[in-house]
């Protein structure tokens, strides 16, 4: 079983539709991260957390410490929006630990 | 403010040679961590450095090695190419554990 662990893998929506991508891990962790990458490869850190909510724009990550689970949501949602999320806990000194990404496709 | 700059973009090398890609972070940070990414693997962890020293390393064999020179530029070493090592292996900076990453764009490395 992998130590994070991302539900789900794929994720198909119309756009305007609110979204939830799901992450647990079994691991003791210092923070987790919430990236996003694009086709090319390229990433972008959206969130850090240690400990509750945090909201920026459309995009919200919680945070659950006691049950190991966090979830990225995604309001009105829309097709720039498409992309890959990946979870990751940090096990200290940068040292993530990844989940295997959510492939999020957004139609018009 | 600059970004995190990894060169080369792409990296073509033969099975038994050896590669160095180079990172340097945004201005001020002195965290610089090494990740690979693989279709299969996904993204795995290599190493960390922090004002020149390495305070954590992932489970890659010892051909992997890395450093940090006085100005935070990190470079990574890979010898003894193997196929399997053909990635992406992208770097990133922060200011200090726990705060935010900030990627590269990657270098793209294939092992014929």
């Known amino acids: 079983k992998n130590e994070v662990e991302q539900s789900p893998q794929n994720l198909t929506a119309q756009e305007g539709e609110f979204i939830t991508i799901n992450c647990s891990y079994s691991v003791g962790i210092s923070a987790l991260h919430w990236l996003q990458q694009h086709p090319g490869g390229g990433i972008v850190s959206l969130f850090m957390l240690s400990s509750g909510k945090k909201k920026h724009g459309r995009l919200i990550a919680t945070i659950n410490i006691q049950e190991k689970h966090s979830s990225l949501h995604i309001t009105a949602s829309h097709p720039r929006d498409s992309a890959v999320y990946i979870c990751a806990v940090c096990q200290g000194a940068q040292k993530l630990v990844f989940g295997q990404g959510t492939r999020l496709t957004i139609n018009p | 403010k600059a970004g995190v700059t990894q060169t080369p973009r792409y990296l073509i090398k033969t099975r038994g040679q050896q590669v160095t890609l180079s990172c340097s972070p945004i201005s001020g940070h002195r965290s610089v961590s090494w990740y690979q990414q693989t279709p299969g693997q996904g993204l795995q962890f290599l190493f960390e450095y922090f004002s020149e020293t390495q305070r954590n390393k992932g489970n890659f064999p010892g051909r992997f090695s890395g450093r940090q020179f006085s100005n935070s530029r990190s470079e990574m070493n890979v010898s003894t190419l193997e196929l399997g090592d053909s990635a992406l292996y992208l770097c990133?900076?922060?200011?200090?554990?726990?705060?935010?990453?900030?990627f590269g764009s990657g270098t793209q490395l294939s092992v014929l």
């Open positions: 990133a900076s922060s200011l200090n554990v726990n705060e935010k990453l900030f």
